[in-house]
């Protein structure tokens, strides 16, 4: 088994910036890919950004060029930078660990809450 466990959550102010966190732990695999999805209330979860153990990124059109993804493998760890954001990045964001051959081998985080308001 594998355990997320997801920081960095928060009320921020439009424009602001926010630093999320994500600590794997447990039976970690490799390869994998690491990503962060997001929920708002009334719509499905959607991804938001995911590297893969190699660090190659991909992004949704709505967050690309102002949320960064990275991770530290050798922390079992992967970040999300978020700036500028907007009142509609408010959303319960999960960290998710996967890996790219086993579908079973898929896990997420409780989640954080991030709500940009004024």
């Known amino acids: 088994q594998v355990q997320l466990v997801e920081s960095g959550g928060g009320l921020v102010q439009p424009g602001g910036s926010l630093r999320l966190s994500c600590v794997a732990s447990g039976s970690i695999f490799s390869p994998d890919v690491m990503g962060w999805y997001r929920q708002a209330p009334g719509k499905q979860r959607e991804l938001v950004a995911a590297?893969?153990?190699?660090?190659?990124?991909n992004y949704v059109d709505s967050v690309r060029g102002r949320f960064a993804i990275s991770r530290d493998n050798a922390k079992n760890t992967v970040y999300l930078q978020m700036n500028s954001l907007k009142p509609e990045d408010t959303a319960v964001y999960y960290c998710?660990?996967?890996?790219?051959?086993?579908?079973?081998?898929?896990?997420w985080g409780q989640g954080t809450q991030v709500t940009v308001s004024s």
């Open positions: 590297i893969t153990s190699g660090s190659n990124a």
């Open positions: 998710n660990l996967r890996s790219p051959f086993r579908i079973s081998d898929n896990y």
